[in-house]
């Protein structure tokens, strides 16, 4: 295992850290390949990050954002991510970005599944930049102990693109990024705040199957080295 903490003394502290360090790498990937990507959990966790990343000045034009996962609700539902994002980063500056919904009104989780794994590829690989969050059991991104497809979406053989997950603690079906799509990203964080999710990152950081803590497969087979960003 390879990461690296960040520790701040505010959940304020931490999104404008975390938005520095993000809005730098984004930049970068602008000035270097003309373009930039950047997939974002929901939850939460991150609305003061988003706020305070969607102030910073760069070239947003040619960011594209999309999230590791979503639910399969329309974005008007109060449990979208996309609303999420709509509502706290694509504001202000980031207003210029474009924005890739994992949810299409496709008649089953399954069929968006395959439309957005089309739309992804189009976006290129690695990821810029990769934000994951983490639950209370150990789940990131949709994949969920006892989540329906955790096997195939957590394998390092199955590609990259989306694949649907049902589980019992995650409420509707969702779509999710596989473990390939996030593992190698430029730029890797793993966003957590609270002495509880210490506890489950301390947890998570012993022994034990992937699939009783997902997040172990992130922290322990991960092409990228973890960032892990913490505030109390
Ligand atoms: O279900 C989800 O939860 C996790 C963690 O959310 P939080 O509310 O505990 O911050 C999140 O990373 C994931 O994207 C989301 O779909």
Do not use: C
């Amino acid at each position: 295992m390879s990461a690296t903490v960040h520790e701040f003394s505010d959940g304020t502290a931490l999104a404008e850290g975390l938005a520095d360090r993000v809005s730098g790498a984004l930049a970068e990937a602008v000035t270097s390949r003309g373009r930039a990507s950047i997939a974002v959990s929901g939850g939460s966790t991150p609305k003061a990050f988003f706020k305070a990343l969607s102030s910073r000045d760069i070239d947003w034009a040619k960011v594209t954002i999309t999230l590791v996962d979503e639910r399969f609700v329309r974005a008007d539902n109060p449990r979208s991510n996309h609303l999420l994002v709509a509502d706290n980063l694509l504001q202000g500056k980031a207003k210029a970005a474009q924005f890739l919904p994992l949810y299409r009104d496709a008649g089953s989780a399954e069929a968006a599944a395959e439309i957005v794994t089309a739309d992804a590829a189009a976006l290129g690989h690695p990821f810029d930049v990769v934000i994951l969050g983490m639950g209370a059991d150990g789940h990131t991104a949709s994949f969920f102990p006892g989540g329906s497809r955790l096997a195939e979406a957590i394998s390092p053989e199955t590609p990259r693109g989306i694949i649907t997950m049902e589980a019992e603690g995650a409420g509707e079906p969702r779509l999710t990024f596989t473990f390939a799509s996030l593992q190698d990203a430029r730029l890797l964080v793993l966003h957590i705040e609270g002495q509880g999710k210490k506890d489950v990152l301390a947890a998570a950081e012993g022994d034990g199957p992937e699939t009783d803590m997902p997040i172990r497969a992130v922290l322990r087979r991960a092409a990228t080295p973890v960032d892990i960003y913490w505030a109390p």
